[in-house]
């Protein structure tokens, strides 16, 4: 792709070019806080004969190795449903790409390793809590089998950043890290975007181009057939390829109880993959219309029940910049209107798959009603999701056989106990006076699922438990593990590193505590439950 002629670092619009040379700036004493092992096999790296100090020099931007061409990318976006115009790598360095073990090209990125052309009024650095937060929730992300960027490293810098977190008049010097993400591509919908707003029809179709040949090599054939017609059906598989992908990734989102936060187009990889953690945050309470971005809280656009219809209506953005090459509105139009139909086919299939019900009952006239009912339940007090679900795999195993009959008319409420958080005008098992009979209602139509669509109990709760995680990244916890590594004490950080790549574990003593509810102190507390774009 054509670089920026220009290689001086000052900021400035760039345009007829993808990308503009750029050095990290030196930070003053970089120190190793934590690899992903993961990553770094998969990248080729060899943990064991590395030398840290080396590696902590290397992925805070300090040393280039032979071969790295430090770089960042121009882009654009709609933010908050505004096109936003070029805004492109204003804190983020590609070093280049590695061919790793399992043959992908992975490109390594610094995310805060300094200033560059698109840094507009920006400093191009992070503070240590954005980067603990995007580290551990990329890893996360990973292991609880959602498409994401990968964290490589987190260093710490050694200098301070100075950021006024809720834009309020109070800034305050916080420690700066970088992080190294690591991605088979960093190319997002607002890469096409820019050049389609400033009407560089050459630019967007290298770019589709190049896109296409590198992530599709099935396309190949088609795309460089030289018919128009070959060409054009490559691209559209492209942009199908690109929905499905998206939808896949938010329908895993729902899944696990993620909210991004921050979907302007310029967040969304073209790979499905969940990209910049920013204020993202974790359901604990169900609650469709929550967002943790304090930014976003009047409108809620970006608010968890509302992901996949923005996605789609990013995907609508994406169309529109790719029709100046592909030309063909009614295909790209009968594309994205397929979008609604096939996720909630998908939705289906997952919610069934989080109740342990196989896909024979996706037909069942009452699957509709047990899973609006559900949602309804969900919404009626505040239980929390994750451990809600997880309760569910002992009432379900329980509760196959016709004979349980009598005992589980009254048993969902003592099953989903642990997940309910305190309500006034209670009974003692803690669902409120008013929503007995959902509970009691529910509890029946799904105990006659589970009877009706029979599995050996072995069987649902291996399902049950690979799909309903016992662990995710409550907001509060990774709250508690900054506080205390700003502190210098990193005990909390290595605990939840470890516990996030098994999320679907069990948790032992004495790890029991990280699988119960959000503390009542945590509702509502800056970090826990409000975090803002400022990082
Ligand atoms: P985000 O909301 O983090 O996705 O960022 C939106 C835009 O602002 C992107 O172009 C970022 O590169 C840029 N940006 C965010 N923070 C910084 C920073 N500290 N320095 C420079 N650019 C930044
Ligand atoms: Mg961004």
Redesign the pocket.
Known sequence: MPADPVTDNYCRPVSGALYSRVQPTPVADPKLLALSNDVAERVGLNTRTCDQTQLASVFSGNELLPGMDPHATVYGGH?FGHWAGQ??????INLGDVLGADDIAWTLQLKGAG?TP???Q?????VLRSSVREFLCSEAMHHLGVPTTRALSLVLTGDTVVRDMFYDGNPRAEPGAVVCRASPSFIRFGHFELPAARGDVALLENLLDFVITTDRPDLHGRLSSGDATDRRSACLDWFAGVCDSTQFMVLQWMRVGFVHG?M?T??MSVLGLTI?Y?PYGWIDDYNPDWTPNTTDSEQRRYRFGQQAAVARWNLFQLANALYPVIQDAEALQSILNSLPGKYEVARRKMQASKLGLPDEALGDPAFTELLDDLEHLLVCQPIDMTIFYRCLIDFACEHDAPAANERSQASLSDAIAPALYPVEASDPDGIAVANRSIFKQWGRSYRQFLQRYPLNAMTRRKNMSAVNPAFVLRNYLVQQAIDTLEQGDSTEFETLFRLIQQPYECLAEPDRRFATRRPAWASNRAGCSMLS?S?
């Open positions: 933010q805004l492109g790598d204003g804190r983020a200033a698109y840094s507009r920006a400093d191009g650095r992070a921050v302007n310029d967040n910049d920013g774009c990082s």
